[in-house]
């Protein structure tokens, strides 16, 4: 397997059968006896090889960006450890001396 990675990475690419997709419909929860086609909820099955290239990938890309230090401080989508709730208290933290003052955000 580390073979077959290494070579994908040398070549920068990922096999073409590994970006084929079988996508299956899925009946929707309480349309099981409805005749319209949007009570499908399609799913994509992907190959598993390619998504442990693909986690692999990221692990590397995310640790390099960590490492170099290319990541804002302020980066919070997409970032481990950091969440909408976070982004919104940094607002909150950046707004209150403004309204404490009396400035208002009008």
Known sequence: ???LYNECLRKGRFPQNWKIAKILP????GKEYNLDPSKY???????????VLEKLLIRRIVHYLYKTEFLNNNQYGFTTQKSTVDAA??????IEPQLERGWGLY
């Open 1 to 3: 397997m580390t073979a």
């Open 26 to 29: 899925i009946i929707k929860p």
């Open 41 to 51: 909820h399609p799913i994509s099955l992907l190959n598993t090889e390619g998504k």
């Open 89 to 94: 208290m940094e607002v909150r933290q950046f």
